[in-house]
Structures are given as C-alpha cells and as structure tokens.
C-alpha cells in the first residue's frame, strides 16, 4: 500500500514537471483539452434541451456556453503560449546562447 502511494505521488510530481518545462507535452494536453470543452460544448446543448421549463433551459445554457467558452479561450491560449515559448526556446539554441 505504501509503494502505491510513492508511485502515484512520483507520477503525479513528473506530470507536473512535465507541465511546467516540456513545451510538447503542454501543447499535447491542452490540444486535448480543447477537444473536451468542444465535446462538452456540442453535448451540452442536446442534454440541456431535455430540461423542464424553457427558461431554465435559457439560463443555463447561457451560463453554459459562457463557461465552455471561457476554457475552450483558456486552452486556446495556453497552446498558443507554448508553441511561442517552443518557439523561441528553438531561435536560442540556434544562436547558441
């Protein structure tokens, strides 16, 4: 039981550092993340329209698609971040600094 716990906390501290240096991995996760929020965002809609009343359906998806669209701009941009640091990382190495 204890190695379970020593192996979970070394994986979950590498994914971490992976996080935080590996520009690939950081591009790789938020791509996928990206496909989630766009899943969620096409899912949410049908499952919201099984709902009751109409304006609670208004409501909530409103505050819905604000927040899908708020993570999907979110991965967006860490992708966008990543690829740049990627990016520049290479023209310095190419410099040789």
């Known amino acids: 039981m204890i190695q379970h716990h020593f192996l979970k906390k070394a ?39 099984v709902t009751p009343t109409l304006w609670l359906k208004i409501g909530v998806l409103f505050v819905y698609e604000l927040s899908i669209y708020a993570n999907w701009d979110t991965d967006y941009g860490s992708v966008s971040s990543a690829q740049s640091a990627q990016h520049a990382q290479g023209l310095l190495k190419d410099k040789g600094t």
């Open 11 to 49: 994986l979950l501290k590498r994914f971490v550092k992976d996080f935080e240096t590996n520009h690939e991995f950081q591009i790789k996760f938020h791509l996928w993340a990206m496909v989630f929020w766009m899943i969620c965002g096409a899912l949410g809609p049908v499952l919201l329209l």
